[in-house]
């Protein structure tokens, strides 16, 4: 099955749909959105995508992150893939969203306007191994340090929003 994205303008104004792998090997800008889950210690959720990924396979990265369907708000788009990839439900708020535009190896660019939600829960994950190859809680020191000493190990839009999801965090 075919999976579409949702192409726009720099508004975030729908212009069209495009075969996912298309868009990311045209770079065409599409909307996107990603999740951060933060327990209650205030440690950062985690994943390590699946290393069958066809893009950044085995890197770390925020708790959840994908492309909503046409049609489909950013709202309900976050909610359905973090039960999806990570078995979770719990509130989530838009915090912010930022455009970018990045090279992630095989011919694939990631071209982005990506919302970025923030939830809190203690729920343990019940990962889909098909998107998900591990996941751990961190401190926000520990993640900070080590994407300073070892940044290719994570995803580039991950080390982008990580900062301001911070300060989002801390509102």
Not at 42 to 69: D, I, V
Not at 130 to 136: F, I, M, N, P, Y
Request: glycine share 4%.
């Amino acid at each position: 099955m075919q999976e579409y994205v949702v192409l726009v303008d720099a508004d975030d104004n729908p212009i069209g749909l495009m075969e996912k792998m298309e868009a990311h090997i045209k770079a065409e800008l599409h909307r996107a959105f990603s999740i951060f889950i933060f327990n209650t210690k205030g440690e950062m959720l985690l994943q390590q995508r699946a290393f069958s990924k066809y893009h950044t396979p085995g890197l770390w990265t925020n708790t959840c992150c994908s492309h909503p369907r046409h049609e489909e708000s950013y709202e309900d788009a976050a909610e359905r893939r973090l039960k999806e990839e990570m078995g979770m439900c719990c509130e989530l708020k838009e915090a912010f969203y930022f455009t970018y535009k990045a090279d992630v190896n095989q011919g694939l660019i990631e071209h982005e306007i990506d919302h970025v939600f923030i939830g809190i829960t203690d729920d343990t994950p019940i990962i889909n191994a098909d998107e998900v190859a591990s996941w751990k809680y961190e401190t926000m020191e520990n993640v900070r340090h080590d994407i300073n000493v070892n940044p290719q190990n994570y995803t580039a839009w991950f080390k982008i929003a990580f900062e301001e999801v911070l300060k989002h965090y801390n509102e």
